[in-house]
């Protein structure tokens, strides 16, 4: 919908340039995806792994101070349906955001970016080799999960969005302890209702809040990292319980 007021739109950053190419990617993405005809099979692969990330994570999700923030990353940063009004939003304050913003959030901004286009580009391929196999998407188990899973052949960026998580993460992080962001964010509520923002502003308050609530995120995104580490190379491995950690993770 805003494509071209990202092409026309001046970057004089790297950051500022990484960001243009991951929304510009994004943006073609999620047109070639709205159009496939396995998309409904992609929702069914992302609720089917958000909720295996759950089980395997349940320790820290029923965690009081680690739930809010895992919840953020399961429904709004790993949100497959019912975010493309937000995302193109994002699109058209984009020539504000290489304006206003410093380089640090622009490529904070970008990691998100690049972790929603790889892991929804990820779950299209996984619909792909299990409409392949004659696999039903509403009939996912485990067994056929890591069937399909080894069959990728994007396994490098299955690796790369372990990395983005820590990356994102740690990012995040540092930024909400910054209290002026979250006088910031209180102040533009009203202006971005005006400017017909308030969900890209909603989502920007909830990631905020919920990163706020946590205890300690670099300890929660270390213990995600390696255990995501560890299922996949059990997964490749071809291990009975891929799914299933050792008592140190």
């Known amino acids: 919908m805003y494509r071209d007021r990202l092409v026309a739109t001046p970057v004089h950053s790297e950051a500022a340039s990484r960001l243009q190419r991951l929304l510009l990617a994004y943006h073609d993405f999620r047109q070639h995806k709205a159009a496939h005809p ?23 999700y029923e965690h009081p101070g680690y739930h809010a923030g895992l919840e953020f990353l399961l429904t709004d940063l790993y949100a497959p349906a019912g975010m493309t009004r937000r995302d193109d939003n994002i699109d058209r304050v984009f020539p504000k955001m290489v304006k206003w913003l410093p380089e640090n959030l622009l490529d904070t901004f970008a990691g998100l970016v690049e972790l929603n286009l790889v892991t929804q580009e990820l779950d299209l391929e996984l619909a792909e080799l299990l409409d392949r196999d004659g696999q039903p998407a509403t009939e996912l188990d485990t067994q056929v999960y890591c069937e399909a899973y080894r069959a990728s052949l994007r396994l ?15 990012q995040l992080d540092r930024y909400v302890r910054n ?8 102040m533009a509520r009203t202006p971005a209702e005006m400017a017909d923002l308030s969900d890209l502003h909603s989502f920007l308050h909830r990631g905020y809040s919920a990163f706020r609530e946590m205890d300690n995120v670099n300890r929660l995104i270390e213990r995600l990292v390696r255990r995501e580490r560890t299922v996949m190379e059990q997964i490749l491995a071809g291990h009975p319980a891929p799914f299933e950690l050792p008592g140190n993770l």
């Not at 969005?161 to 990356?167: M, R």
């Not at 209290?179 to 209180?186: H, K, V």
């Open 156 to 170: 490098d960026d299955r690796a790369r969005q372990i990395e983005l998580v820590a990356e994102v993460g740690q």
């Open 179 to 186: 209290r002026t962001l979250g006088w910031l964010l209180s």
């Open 38 to 60: 396995l998309v409904e099979e992609t929702f069914q692969v992302a609720n089917w792994q958000a909720r295996r990330l759950k089980a395997t994570h349940r320790d820290l």
